[in-house]
């Protein structure tokens, strides 16, 4: 059997959840810093994983300039 790629490793509605949660944490600037860690280590996925979800969803919040995935 041949592997068309990678396995998702994450659910979407724990990706959903988390981006949600950390955009929402990083807009406070009282705990914007280390948010990403924060929020990746309570729900038990890497920051590293985390990290590259988030900034998209903050640009097409207009939390962060460039562009949206709408625009792209």
Do not use: C, F, N
């Amino acid at each position: 059997m041949r592997s068309t790629g990678a396995p998702r490793k994450y659910l979407g509605e724990l990706k959903e959840r988390a981006t949600r949660l950390a955009v929402e944490a990083r807009r406070d600037a009282g705990s914007r810093t280390g948010a990403i860690k924060r929020i990746a280590d309570q729900l038990g996925i890497h920051p590293e994983a985390l990290h590259p979800w988030v900034r998209p969803a903050e640009i097409d919040g207009g939390d962060r300039p460039g562009t949206t995935t709408d625009d792209a």
